[in-house]
């Protein structure tokens, strides 16, 4: 920036050098080559009206009419009074496709969690997914495809595949998660495929599951049989005067296909009980997808220039990138850029992952843009203790004399089945008031993990309510049923279901510092144990959670080996 004003400087003095009579230092030929060359650059608008003013007096000059209105110079389109608003937009659109590129690398990472538990058992998710993609590639193809919102022309063609189906092979753990990254992305071109709004992706899924599941030949069951042509021919059979052994033949046969359709009937019921079971879990996956198709925010993607702690978007240029606790190099060779960590260099793809110790280095490509983020390894817990720490948090506050506590071990109580509201009244307060801090923080997070275990798949929201007005306490209810929902829907969880301000640092026997607003705090090793605490006062022991009161909020803590990731949760968090 700086180099091109001085270059506008020496154009201007040149020129007026040139209209005063002088020959410009270097002579005109100089002056036509610095012309070209702010002609060629990317000016700012300040510049380029500084240089098209300039050069208008020139051009007025050179034309024997410096009296005459200037006329505008034959410049490129870079030099128009407003040259950001399409390179502006340019850009979003290059960050846009760049956060969707993230947003696939954590689906990723999402999926193959989720294939785990889908691979035991009959594996009706993953069949139901198959049948899915199978019918909806089918129908997509069909005129008036766009047209049929309410799936009322659709006809399914594709049955659920056999749990033995050797063409499918969903036994593969490969083969299972690119199924539901497939699934994934067809939901999110939904809005592409049909006239759409991106909030009805799930409705248009269930509708669509719903068609199919109603389908009898979904199952790949043996037809029914037509008991009623059997009756007519034992009717025929008596009317025409058979025998007593054709007629007890007919009988027979009659009676043996009644019970062969009643199993078929009680099996085709039994399925689709099991599929309406696996409809939910394949629909609740429509949450990974980003807002407002699903529930998962947009990765934050910082603008070009912008390096934070964690994340970085920059042009390619080489050089240096620092990034958390790592310096990255960018360079070029031979046409090809190389992002440097650890003393090698790896080609920049589209998109790169790196481990480095427990942490993953993502690296995002998009044209001339690079994204760099920081993300902790898939297997690593410390996102899941932050995740924790946030509903942790949420218990321990003392307000309303313990109220998310309470309701709690309500809830815990009412799903064991010996619920009795006047034993989790405010009298529970005191003995919380009165338990040192490490206590409390051991008996809520245990509190929680056996509530949980007792809750199972279940929503717990409505049983959360039901507590909350025995209680007298519905708002404080519902605010634990959203957050324990929002913790059991966010596994793993990541930086953006964190809040996105999650600080990633190393252990080391020397203090460091942690500034939070007005507070500065330290954190020491010692003898593989480490400390937290403010000076003048006692240090607080960090086993793998601890959580901090300060005026600017709950400072949530979580170790794991030398690895410290913390976040705040503010007030209104």
Request: glycine share 8%; no cysteine; charged share 30%.
């Amino acid at each position: 920036m700086e180099r091109l004003a001085d270059l506008v400087d020496l154009y201007e003095y040149r020129v007026e050098d040139l209209l005063q009579g002088r020959t410009p230092k270097g002579g005109k030929r100089a002056l036509l080559e610095l012309r070209a060359l702010l002609a060629d650059s990317r000016l700012p608008p300040p510049l380029a009206k500084r240089f098209r003013q300039a050069d208008a007096r020139l051009r007025a000059l050179r034309g024997g009419t410096p009296q005459a209105p200037p006329a505008p110079p034959d410049l490129p389109a870079l030099l128009l009074e407003e040259p950001e608003a399409p390179q502006e937009d340019e850009i979003q659109e290059r960050l846009k496709r760049i956060s969707l590129k993230v947003w696939r690398l954590l689906a990723e990472r999402e999926v193959k969690n989720r294939a785990k538990d889908f691979l035991s058992g009959r594996r009706e998710e993953l069949r139901l997914v198959h049948a899915f993609l199978q019918n909806y590639g089918a129908y997509r193809e069909q005129e008036g495809f766009r047209r049929d919102f309410n799936l009322a022309r659709f006809v399914p063609t594709h049955p659920i595949p056999a749990l033995s189906d050797p063409l499918v092979d969903l036994e593969d753990p490969k083969v299972a998660e690119a199924l539901l990254l497939e699934y994934l992305e067809t939901a999110l071109r939904l809005p592409q495929d049909l006239p759409l709004p991106p909030e009805e992706t799930r409705t248009y899924v269930r509708r669509f599951l719903n068609r199919l599941l109603d389908w009898d030949g979904a199952y790949g069951l043996s037809p029914r049989r037509d008991l009623a042509a059997l009756r007519r021919a034992l009717e025929e059979a008596r009317r025409l005067g058979a025998g007593p052994k054709e007629i007890a033949r007919l009988e027979e046969r009659l009676k043996q296909e009644a019970l062969e359709e009643r199993r078929r009937e009680l099996l085709l019921e039994e399925e689709r009980r099991r599929f309406r079971v696996a409809l939910e879990k394949v629909l609740a996956l429509l949450n990974l997808l980003p807002t407002p198709q699903g529930e998962t925010p947009w990765p934050e993607v910082p603008p070009p220039g912008r390096v934070g702690e964690n994340l970085a978007t920059l042009p390619l240029r080489p050089g240096r990138v620092p990034l958390g606790p790592l310096t990255l190099t960018l360079s070029q060779a031979e046409g090809r850029w190389h992002l440097g960590l650890g003393g090698e260099d790896h080609p920049l793809e589209e998109t790169l992952v790196l481990p480095w110790e427990d942490l993953e280095v993502w690296a995002v490509r998009e044209e001339d843009l690079l994204h760099l983020r920081l993300e902790a390894r898939s297997g690593l817990r410390l996102y899941e203790l932050l995740s924790e720490g946030r509903v942790v948090a949420l218990l321990l506050s003392p307000k309303g004399d313990y109220a998310h506590l309470r309701l709690l071990r309500a809830l815990s109580a009412r799903l064991k089945g010996e619920f009795q509201p006047e034993a989790f009244g405010p009298g529970l307060a005191e003995k919380y008031r009165q338990a040192p801090e490490e206590a409390l923080l051991d008996f809520a997070r245990k509190g929680l993990e056996l509530t949980l275990k007792r809750l199972g798949p279940q929503d717990p929201l409505p049983f959360l309510l039901e507590v909350g007005r025995a209680l007298g306490l519905e708002g404080e209810a519902h605010t634990l049923g959203e957050a324990l929902r929002e913790y059991l829907g966010r596994r793993p969880p990541t930086q953006e279901t964190l809040g996105g301000e999650v600080h990633l640092l190393s252990l080391s026997p020397e203090p460091q510092a942690l500034k939070v607003g007005s507070s500065v705090l330290s954190l020491r090793l010692r003898e593989d144990t480490a400390y937290v605490g403010q000076a003048g006062e006692v240090p607080k022991r960090l086993k793998d959670l601890l959580l901090y009161r300060l005026p600017e909020g709950t400072l949530v803590l979580a170790r794991e080996g030398r690895r410290v990731a913390y976040l705040v949760l503010h007030p209104e968090s």
